[in-house]
Structure formats: C-alpha cells, structure tokens
C-alpha cells in the first residue's frame, strides 16, 4: 500500500493549521461543515483523516488513511485509527451511520469505486459529509497553479468542480441534502471580519460543504 504524498510532510501539513491563516482556514472549514449538520451521533469514520483536527472538532472518533505519519498525529488528538484506502474500506456493509471526507476525493484513485464503497458501508440513509476544495474556486486555482510548478503534495491532487463531485455522488446513489460555500477569500489575504458562509453552492467559494443521504433500500 503507497503511503501516499503526505507521509514526508506530515508534520509540516498539521503545523499550518497553527499558523495564523490556516487558524482561519480551519475555523471557516469547520463552521462550514457545521452549517449543514448540526451534530455528528452514532458511528462515523473520517475517510482521509490525515492528523485528525477534522475528526477530533467535530467528534468523530474513528479515522482511515494510507500514512502511518499522519495517523501518529491523529493518535495523539484521540481518533482511533488504521492504516487503509478509500478504494478498500475495512468496514462491514451497513456498520456506520456517517462517512466523512475532507479533501479527500481529490487525492483518491478512483472516486466511483470510493463512493460506491462509501454506499456499501452506510446504513440506508446514513450520512455522507464531503468537505470539498471546487477547482474553479480561490483556493483550488491556488492549487492547480502550485500543482503546475512540482508542488510534492498538490501535483498529486485532481481537482474537479462542485458539480462534477455532486453528480459522482448521485451516480453512487446518494442524494444532496444540504450545501453551504465558505471561504471566499484568496490564500494570502486576509478575510473580512465578518464571514461570509452561505447556504447553497455559491459561485467562487474556496470550500463547499456538500451532505448527502445513501440509498434508503
């Protein structure tokens, strides 16, 4: 099993969300996701949990990812962890209430086979939290522009847009419940004193917040 491109830089990733912008990014991201659920309950899994400051603010208590680096550092923030792909999930069908992927999607082989995967370990009508970096956003063209120039994390990463992510999923079966857009300012600003989250998928917006059910049947 690769590792992936975060092994090497596991600890330098978990140290940005300290500095004063990715505090910022972190916030947004989270009151993001937070928008269009309002509590996390029963058994959930983080799918690329990566160091866990997702799993561990939002109280989900299990994570999967293919760097050991990063699961350490998730360890140590309280997820109960194992090394694993989204390709491959070792969960038996029906076993969780809740899957959640922050930019995750971007880094995976093959997005089909991990949706339909993330169907087969959903009860009908578990809950499916993607957390979701648009290619035409600020960030994702920050992104793909880094990717151009060797970036060793982000050349790895296949960006797409909020819709081509939305019609995967209902090509898996699941259906959007919820969405709401966030951070809409450009990496290396510095965002207004009021945030601007907005329900619905908004033109622009740096990450987007998409929930969905599984098949009930």
Same mark, same amino acid.
């Given at each position: 099993m690769k590792c992936g491109p975060f092994e090497a830089v596991a600890r330098d990733y978990d140290r940005w969300y300290d500095t004063p912008e990715g505090a910022r990014v972190l916030v947004e991201e989270l009151a993001c996701l937070q928008l269009v659920i309002s509590s996390i309950s029963g058994c959930w899994l983080e799918i690329g949990v990566g160091t866990g400051r997702f799993a561990s603010n939002l109280g989900i208590s299990q994570g999967l990812d293919p760097s050991p680096s990063m699961l350490a550092i998730a360890s140590s923030r309280g997820i109960r962890t194992q090394v694993g792909v989204a390709e491959d999930l070792p969960c038996a069908d029906g076993s969780l209430?809740? =899957? +959640?992927? =922050? &930019?995750? +999607?971007?880094? %995976? &082989?093959? %997005?089909?086979? %991990?949706?339909a995967e993330c169907v087969r370990v959903l009860r009908p009508g578990g809950t499916l939290l993607i957390g979701h970096i648009p290619a035409d956003g600020c960030w994702g063209r920050e992104y793909i522009r880094k990717a151009g120039e060797g970036h060793p994390v982000y050349s790895h990463a296949r960006l797409s847009t909020t819709g081509e992510v939305v019609n995967a999923a209902a090509a898996a079966g699941f259906r959007l419940e919820d969405a709401a857009s966030g951070l809409f300012w450009a990496p290396g600003s510095v965002p207004e004193e009021s945030r601007r989250l907005q329900h619905g998928i908004v033109s622009g917006a740096g990450f987007v917040a998409l929930m969905m059910r599984a098949p009930t049947t």
């Open positions: 209430d809740g =899957v +959640l992927m =922050v &930019a995750t +999607l971007c880094f %995976v &082989a093959d %997005v089909s086979r %991990v949706l």
